[in-house]
Each structure stands twice: as structure tokens, then as C-alpha cells.
């Protein structure tokens, strides 16, 4: 569940990336966090084939492995929130330092 999780989210951002990309303001902050999930979506597909050649499922549906995806994809919220908090904060301070 936590591969699905991680690749749902990946494809959200870089569908935003994309549209930030297509309106001219590519964001950092944004293609950091995609780079991030798609990572970890390489990952989990790894750790699901190795499971898979243990004899065990591809992929594990358990309200664990749901909560662990849950907290990865938290996780990876919380590093968007702050690298965008600092780039707009950058951002603010660019513009202000221009207008004085």
C-alpha cells in the first residue's frame, strides 16, 4: 500500500510541477518533493520485488504497510511545506529589497 501511496503522490507533483512549469514559475520547493516520492516510489518497487522473490506478495495491502505509506507521504508534505515557506520567503525578500 505504501508503493501505491508513494506513487500517487509523486504523480501529484509532478502534475503540479508541470503546471507551475507551463505558467512560468517553475518551483524548487515543488521539484525537490517530486525527486523525493519518486525516489521512494523506486525504492518501495524494489523492496516489492525482493519480497515477491521471497515467495511473499507483490504488494502488501495492511493497515500497516497503510500506515506507514500515510506517514511517508506526511512526511514528504511536511518537507514541501517547508521548502516552500523558505523560497517564498526568499522570494518576499527579493522583491523588497527591489522596491527599496
Do not use: H
Not at 42 to 71: H, P, R, T
Not at 90 to 99: E, H
Amino acid at each position: 500500500m505504501c508503493e501505491l501511496m508513494t506513487i500517487a503522490a509523486a504523480i501529484a507533483f509532478t502534475v503540479g510541477f508541470f503546471a507551475a512549469k507551463r505558467r512560468n514559475a517553475p518551483s524548487g520547493a515543488l521539484f525537490t518533493t517530486m525527486m523525493m516520492f519518486w525516489g521512494a516510489a523506486l525504492m518501495w518497487a524494489v523492496d516489492c520485488v525482493a519480497n515477491a522473490m521471497d515467495g511473499e506478495g507483490l504488494l502488501d495491502l495492511s493497515g500497516k504497510d497503510a500506515k506507514l505509506g500515510a506517514i511517508v507521504v506526511a512526511a514528504g508534505v511536511a518537507v514541501f511545506a517547508v521548502l516552500f515557506a523558505i523560497e517564498r520567503c526568499r522570494y518576499c525578500r527579493r522583491a523588497q529589497s527591489l522596491t527599496t
